[in-house]
């Protein structure tokens, strides 16, 4: 059977120099083919039992084939602490840390480790606290029969699919061999150099029986020859989850072949994904701790001393503080996914899998129903276009993969509601990794704007104090329907989506608190738009601390205007190029980026797909969206560099913008420039308290002005 791409990318890493034999520099072995037959792949055939029969006993005595009496090794990791939504955004880096673990093993199966590094950086403000030692250790033994996760905190213990013995879990006696099911699902061949045949690596699928039991559901890879365990990357089954924060728990243990005998420990990942169990705020937080292993020095004479006391302890304080780290402390933030989608597509895949095996049962252990609150203003908003809007959400998950939320409230200066419902699975008809959305809106407002002028719960205190709204709203109701491709590289979507479109109108003359009267809302033309929405993505590899996400959006459409005499339908194309790189430091103190968007429509033009710009959220230093078209471009670059990583990052920053010139009626309706024309500015500013807020001041070159800006970072703009 051919190697699976998620087998054979897996596996090649295991066999690098450092793995082969001892410290060894012979290249990596070659990957071949290796055959299984169609009746060995279904689900508890003899072949498969046998084999994982194999596995127990080589458990059992903890070698492969000859003697190994002890090892020492030393392990490095990275401990990651960060904030990760559900919209593809990046995740938000909330703590670092790096630690340094001496490994000692004696036969039969003693154990000590010794914490001889530990440093930490945070880059979010959290309070004081201590991982589970299982993010700081390594599993020397592939857990044993009972899986434990934070020391039975997250997990509190689920039969391990090759336990010899039966355990006790919850007060019931479990055997793994009345717990699983399991298949082979494929196979790998290696050449390893001084091996004169071929390391054939079986993956071996398992699930419960019954997805109410505490177990795992993922794949084990066994050595055919020994029995032995290569790899195991696998989840939990919501039974199994102990702390009711815990949505998914992800564990990948990889090893290495020694002296041409010898699978042991060389790379364990453990991700621990939570969110709030009673509300759905389409974030979660997750703790992804990385440990690498090296150094292995086979059969060295160890006393049996060395193991009496605690199996984990630690060096004094002053020594953890200095140890000396062969890696900087952020430097592996990119390579591990924090810095885009490299580590998403691996869990979408997981996931896929998950759904697959254990029939879409759920895999979560969060509520399937919850309160749904997507941002703080989905709760309280206001603008002149409603005034005060009251809100709430639900949400519900009943299978791995499947989510319908829906979310709704009233305006009540307008007296209209508004509602919005959505259904997210996998597509049908591929390999699991695809998305398809289907939701419905009424009474949603959109913005004109290319860029929000601040955040909505900014606005909202803006419009209450100030009189000032930012936003240049359009109201819609509407259908639509896409799929989404999941993948690093190359990716697209495709949908339709039918929308009425409607002018809003200035419900709200005066704020409470402000004298002067809010600005005229500018006006739409009322219509249907029936439009086929395709876009192209492709996203760098972040690997080199330099990422690239470039985005084509094409939107072929047909639209029918409302009111207007003779009545017409015309067909319309918009299009949209947008552009952003990145490059950071590899300590991560200096950062710089580089934003492009270009768009451009054709056809009927109706108003609302020009787009303003100008001013806050696009070019500080300029009158606010004094320029408009349905063509033009915008270009920002920024740099920013650490002077104290709490209390203040410098930033500067080049903004520019460019617009054709609008159509006559278009520019007299919403009062823009009416030739067009470029907007240029520059400032400088600085981040305050880990930069979650921006000062500083810009100016408008050649025209502008000096403007001062207050915003929180942008990042958090989503939320707000």
């Given amino acids: 059977m051919r190697a699976a791409s998620i087998l054979g990318p897996a596996l090649l890493h295991l066999f690098l120099p450092s793995g082969l034999s001892g410290n060894a520099t012979a290249p990596p072995g070659s990957h071949l083919e290796a055959q299984v037959a169609a009746e060995d792949t279904t689900w508890n055939s003899p072949r498969v039992l046998a084999l994982l029969e194999q596995g127990r006993a080589t458990r059992s005595r903890f070698r492969a084939q000859g003697e190994l009496e002890s090892y020492t090794a030393l392990s490095e990791g990275h401990i990651y602490f960060y904030m990760d939504p559900e919209t593809g955004e990046d995740p938000l880096l909330i703590r670092a840390d790096q630690v340094a673990v001496q490994l000692y093993w004696k036969a039969p199966n003693l154990t000590r480790q010794v914490i001889v590094g530990l440093r930490e950086e945070r880059r979010l403000p959290v309070r004081d606290f201590r991982y589970y030692l299982d993010r700081l250790t390594v599993v020397q033994n592939g857990f044993g029969d009972l899986v434990q996760v934070g020391g039975g905190l997250d997990v509190a213990g689920a039969p391990h699919p090759l336990a010899v013995m039966p355990v006790v879990v919850g007060g019931e006696i479990l055997d793994a061999r009345q717990v699983y099911d399991a298949r082979l699902r494929d196979s790998v061949a290696v050449q390893l150099p001084g091996r004169p045949e071929p390391v054939t690596i079986y993956e071996v699928e398992v699930r419960p029986r019954s997805p109410g039991v505490p177990a795992l559901v993922g794949s084990i890879f066994l050595d055919r020859e020994t029995g032995a365990v290569v790899r195991m990357d696998f989840t939990f089954t919501p039974a199994a989850y102990t702390d009711p924060r815990t949505d998914q728990i992800h564990i990948s243990l990889d090893h290495g072949l020694w002296d041409g005998e010898y699978w042991l420990p060389r790379e364990q990942r453990i991700r621990v994904r939570r969110e709030v ?68 597509v691996e869990l979408a895949e997981l996931q896929a899998r998950t759904r697959q095996m254990i029939l879409d049962a759920r895999n979560s252990g969060l509520p399937p129903f919850r309160f749904h609150l997507p941002g703080a203003s989905s709760l309280v908003s206001y603008r002149r276009s409603r005034g005060l809007g009251l809100g709430a959400g639900v949400s519900w998950t009943p299978s791995v993969g499947v989510s319908a939320r829906a979310v709704g409230g009233y305006h009540l200066a307008s007296g209209q509601p508004h509602l919005r419902l959505g ?155 947008k552009l952003r790189e990145s490059w950071t430091a590899s300590t991560y103190d200096t950062q710089a980026h580089l934003s492009l968007s270009l768009w451009r429509a054709w056809g009927a033009l109706p108003p609302h797909h020009a787009v303003l710009l100008g001013g806050r959220g696009t070019v500080d230093g300029w009158s606010y969206r004094t320029l408009g078209s349905h063509g033009g471009g915008s270009i920002t670059g920024e740099v920013s560099r650490d002077i104290h990583p709490v209390w203040m990052r410098l930033h500067g920053r080049v903004q520019g913008a460019w617009v054709e010139a609008p159509d006559p009626s278009l520019a007299q309706a919403w009062d823009i420039r009416p030739d067009g024309g470029y907007a240029l500015s520059v400032s400088v500013g600085m981040g305050v308290f880990y930069d979650i807020l921006r000062v500083g001041v810009a100016r408008g070159v050649g025209g502008g002005r000096w403007s001062v800006f207050l915003r929180p970072d942008q990042a958090w703009w989503s939320w707000l």
């Fill in 423 to 577: 259904v997210e699975r996998p597509a049908p008809g591929g390999d699991g990794l695809g998305r398809l959305r289907v939701e419905g809106w009424w009474g949603q407002e959109s913005d004109l704007g290319l860029a929000q002028g601040s955040p909505e719960l900014v606005n909202t205190l803006s419009a209450l104090a100030l009189g000032r709204d930012d936003t240049d709203p359009f109201g819609s109701h509407g259908l639509a329907a896409h799929v989404k491709g999941d993948g690093s590289g190359w990716g697209g979507e495709a949908g339709g989506r039918a929308e009425w479109i409607r002018s809003a109108t200035r419900e709200v003359e005066l704020s409470p608190w402000a004298d002067d009267p809010f600005r005229e809302v500018r006006p739409v033309h009322d219509g249907l738009e029936l439009s086929i929405p395709l876009a192209l993505t492709w996203t760098g590899s972040p690997a080199a601390r330099r990422t690239r996400n470039v985005r084509l959006t094409l939107q072929p459409g047909l639209w029918r205007a409302h009111g207007l005499e003779p009545p017409r339908s015309e067909t319309t194309l918009r299009t949209r190029l």
């Fill in 277 to 344: 169990p009673e509300l759905d705020l389409g974030v979660g937080t997750v703790i992804q701790a990385v440990m690498r292993v090296s150094g292995y020095e086979l059969n060295p004479p160890l006393e049996d001393g060395l193991f009496q006391g605690s199996p984990v302890v630690t060096v004094p304080e002053v020594q953890r503080q200095h140890y000396p780290f062969r890696e900087g402390l952020l430097e592996r933030i990119a390579e591990e996914g924090l810095e885009g989608s490299l580590r998403r």
